[in-house]
């Protein structure tokens, strides 16, 4: 696993797409395909591909391809969906809700085992199969599952203390959803930001390419 350790962080957040498109394609019923296909139906070009999956020394047979099932099977096992890693989720408001719910933790490599608030009213409440625990409960918590990861849903006003905390309990990945820069002052705990905000800024951006260059063309039209 070391080897894979050494990864640039760009081929790596290739990996889960890779990994979405041949459990799409399994469930097409296709057995295999070729790099060139491959590309043809990821938008990448078929040297990116082979280079990318170079990097863990390469799944396709010249003249072959890729068989679908079994570079699924790899890159899931490089991604780690095939583990448990225990994580708990701070903040049962309107986003933690969403993501108890809707995001499928157990089919990405971890298990949601705990979700926290310090807000009273929302004490007993079931999210999904779980029951939302006081936050006072968190070192009980992990001293009894020993968590390894943690989904922080809360302001960025409460983050700090919150992760100082979890650190000391053992947490050792944030999946962290508040505007605030976590990686900072953390150098041996894995951090992963999400600004679904971001995103939309890029959309952004290549809606004002795309209209700045109509416009354009229709000023041209004009003269
Ligand atoms: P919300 O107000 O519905 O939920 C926040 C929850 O955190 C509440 O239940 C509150 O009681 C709890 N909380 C506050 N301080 C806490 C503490 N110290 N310990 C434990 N629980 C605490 O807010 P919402 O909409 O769920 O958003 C949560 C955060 O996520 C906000 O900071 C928001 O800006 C951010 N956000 C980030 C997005 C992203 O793309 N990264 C998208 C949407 C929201």
């Excluded at 640039?8 to 890779?18: A, C, E």
């Excluded at 399994?26 to 938008?43: A, C, H, P, W």
């Excluded at 049962?92 to 009213?121: M, P, S, V």
Aim: aromatic residues 8%.
């Amino acid at each position: 696993m070391s080897k894979n350790g050494s990864i640039s962080s760009s081929v790596i957040k290739r990996l889960p797409r890779y990994y979405r498109f041949l459990g799409e394609l399994k469930k097409q019923g296709v057995d295999r395909i070729s790099s060139r296909e491959l590309s043809q139906r990821m938008k990448l070009t078929a040297s990116q591909i082979r280079q990318d999956l170079n990097c863990f020394g390469g799944f396709g047979q010249q003249g072959y391809g890729y068989h679908v099932d079994e570079l699924r099977e790899e890159i899931g096992k490089i991604l780690g969906v095939d583990r448990q890693f225990g994580t708990i989720l701070i903040g049962a408001g309107n986003l933690g809700n969403a993501i108890a719910t809707h995001i499928n933790f157990d089919t990405r490599g971890c298990k949601l085992i705990g979700i926290f608030d310090n807000n009273e009213q929302l004490i007993g409440r079931q999210v999904g199969n779980l029951t939302v625990r006081h936050t006072d409960e968190i070192p009980a918590f992990c001293n009894e599952h020993h968590p390894i990861a943690a989904v922080l849903c809360i302001p960025k006003q409460a983050i700090q203390q919150i992760a100082d905390t979890l650190v000391v309990m053992g947490i050792k990945a944030f999946w962290n959803f508040s505007h605030y820069d976590l990686s900072i002052g953390y150098d041996d705990i894995i951090v992963e930001n999400v600004h679904l905000g971001d995103s939309l800024m890029t959309l952004s951006y290549r809606l004002n390419v795309l209209t700045s260059e109509k416009e354009m063309e229709s000023d041209e039209y004009e003269q």
